[in-house]
């Protein structure tokens, strides 16, 4: 598996935050979040260009890591509308390369 | 104004049948994309055509062919299916493609059961 997300399965209070991380051996030209949610095609949340990156959409804050082969999500205050599954995915370097997902991780939200 | 659009949303069907999923898109998008998400939720890219021509072909089995007939289709078509073959299949669309750094628009999926 080129990338590995944990844990695979998250619930959380409502209220709470949390932390997702993304892992890989291979360096990546861009690096991106995406949230699928039921009956629905995964939406990209946050796209990482540069190593060590840090960038926010709302209350999610996402980082590219230094050796552009990781990142993390973070979401902060969750609400039960953040149920889904979050993939991460990779894209190498080079023309015509393609976007390769995580197996991703399945977050429920406890009102 | 959906922006990627499939059909049908399900689709029910008996082995050894052929079966056609149909994609549009509507962003002005150069490259389309054939997606297969199994039931584990693993997603694997099938084929990628910019502006209607193959630009990846994964390993899948040639009962599997697509067909785009200008950059703003790209359809599915899948001779004797198989049980396996039962899964979403999700079409999306890219700015560009062929270059990195490319951001995804996904269709809301298919759903296809073989029986």
């Known amino acids: 598996q080129l990338l590995e997300q944990s844990p695979q399965f998250l619930s959380i209070q409502e209220g709470e935050n949390l932390t997702v991380y993304c892992n890989s051996s291979s360096v990546f030209s861009s690096l991106q979040w995406y949230r699928q949610e039921p009956g629905e095609g995964p939406v990209l949340l946050i796209a990482?260009?540069?190593?060590?990156e840090l960038t926010s959409n709302g209350r999610l804050t996402a980082q590219f890591g230094i050796t552009r082969k990781d990142s993390f999500l973070n979401i902060s205050a969750s609400i039960p509308s953040d149920v889904g599954i979050y993939f991460c995915a990779g894209q190498l370097s080079g023309a015509n390369s393609k976007l390769t997902f995580g197996k991703g991780i399945t977050l429920s939200v406890r009102p | 104004d959906t922006a990627v659009s499939q059909t049908p949303k399900y689709l029910v069907t008996q082995m050894g049948n052929d079966k056609s999923i149909k994609c549009e898109q509507n962003l002005g998008h150069d490259t389309m994309y054939w997606y297969k998400q199994d039931s584990k939720k693993f997603l694997k890219i099938m084929f990628s055509y910019n502006n209607k021509e193959l630009i990846i072909n994964e390993t899948v089995p040639n009962r599997f062919s697509p067909k785009s007939p200008d950059k703003a289709h790209l359809n599915l078509h899948i001779n004797s299916l198989e049980l396996g073959d039962s899964a979403v299949y999700f079409c999306a669309s890219s700015p560009h493609g062929g270059l990195t750094n490319e951001k995804l628009f996904f269709g809301s999926g298919t759903q296809l059961s073989v029986l």
């Open positions: 990482l260009y540069k190593a060590g």
